[in-house]
T-cell receptor, first 114, second 109 residues
């Protein structure tokens, strides 16, 4: 079974631009979550999608948005990039997102904003 | 809100030493608890989990017991190897995943 696939692996963008990151979950998984990982703040939850609906949202500004398609693939968009958005963005999928189920992580997209 | 606090690193040990990484949590409900490991350049991988009080999760020689009375889920391994060098994250799910800050472990030969 293929794992969680994130594309691209690396991105360099200029301040003020926007960026879209993609995540393909494990086949059959309907829940996709996004996290931002930085040395200073650690792993922070961005949002979770389940069956094309945002089910939970972390404490990030509206510049961060996402969506999920009918095949469960998900995209995350960051508009008006700031230097502080430089981070490793991790996507995780799980069958249902219920409390007892583990999350399977992709390798992440490393975004550098210059 | 729910949160996880884990021992600050980095931790440096010699091969075959005993490992403990402390983790405590704050939660209003009854979360599931997890330890994830992140190797360089990789995403997170589940190491072990426990879903209710007194459950013990174990994998690859690592163990952690869900202690409701002390709200803890400490990670232990009796004899670490160089290949265990990684960053370890304690996490809870209720149902959102909340992660600790991570503890970097380096094992020297």
């Amino acid at each position: 079974k293929a794992g969680v696939t994130q594309t691209p692996r690396y991105l360099i963008k200029t301040r003020g631009q926007q960026v879209t990151l993609s995540c393909s979950p494990i086949s059959g998984h309907r829940s996709v979550s996004w996290y931002q990982q930085t040395p200073g703040q650690g792993l922070q939850f961005l949002f979770e999608y389940f069956s094309e609906t945002q089910r939970n949202k972390g404490n990030f500004p509206g510049r961060f948005s996402g969506r999920q398609f009918s095949n469960s693939r998900s995209e995350m968009n960051v508009s008006t990039l700031e230097l502080g958005d430089s981070a490793l963005y991790l996507c995780a999928s799980s069958p249902s997102g219920q409390v007892n189920t583990e999350a399977f992580f992709g390798q992440g997209t490393r975004l550098t904003v210059v | 809100g729910d949160s996880v606090t884990q021992m600050e690193g980095p931790v440096t040990l010699s091969e075959e030493a005993f490992l403990t990484i402390n983790c405590t949590y704050t939660a209003t409900g009854y979360p599931s608890l997890f330890w994830y490991v992140q190797y360089p350049g990789e995403g997170l991988q589940l190491l072990l989990k426990a879903t209710k009080a007194d459950d013990k999760g174990s994998n690859k020689g690592f163990e952690a017991t869900y202690r409701k009375e002390t709200t803890s889920f400490h990670l232990e391994k009796g004899s670490v190897q160089v290949s265990d060098s990684a960053v370890y994250f304690c996490a809870l799910s209720d149902p959102d995943m909340r992660f600790g800050a991570g503890t970097r472990l380096t094992v020297k030969p």
